[in-house]
Nanobody, 124 residues
Framework: QVQVVESGGGSVQAGGSLRLSCAASAVTISRRCMGWFRQAPGKEREVVAV????????YYAASVKGRFTISQDSAKNTVYLQMNSLKPEDTAMYHCAAADYWGFCLRPDQYKYWGQGTQVTVSS
């Protein structure tokens, strides 16, 4: 059974850092889109960062570019999201997701496997 499990969320003050982890089981993270999405209360789920092709640079939402870094460790079958210079507007539930293919996959409906999410709260 495919599982995607996030960890690493928490509460930090503005300007702080967190590192989220996404461990996948029964599915390899290589050669497929792996993405981080977030959803704040009352808002739609939005893409944060995506690894979508081995030869391309990751995609970042404009709101996090320069502050967040997505990476993966194939040996551990884990994807990470390093979040620096956090802002109160980064407060949300963060979800990791895996698609069934490579491609320019930035929409939530392109992803098949989702984790339960990990809460990130940034106070001012």
């Amino acid at each position: 059974q495919v599982q995607v499990v996030e960890s690493g969320g928490g509460s930090v003050q503005a300007g702080g850092s967190l590192r989220l982890s996404c461990a996948a089981s029964a599915v390899t993270i290589s050669r497929r889109c792996m993405g981080w999405f977030r959803q704040a209360p009352g808002k739609e789920r939005e893409v944060v960062a995506v690894i979508y092709e081995a030869s391309s640079s990751p995609y970042y939402a404009a709101s996090v570019k320069g502050r967040f870094t997505i990476s993966q460790d194939s040996a551990k079958n884990t994807v990470y999201l390093q979040m620096n210079s956090l802002k109160p507007e980064d407060t949300a539930m963060y979800h990791c997701a895996a698609a069934d293919y490579w491609g320019f996959c930035l929409r939530p409906d392109q992803y098949k496997y989702w984790g339960q999410g990990t809460q990130v709260t940034v106070s001012s």
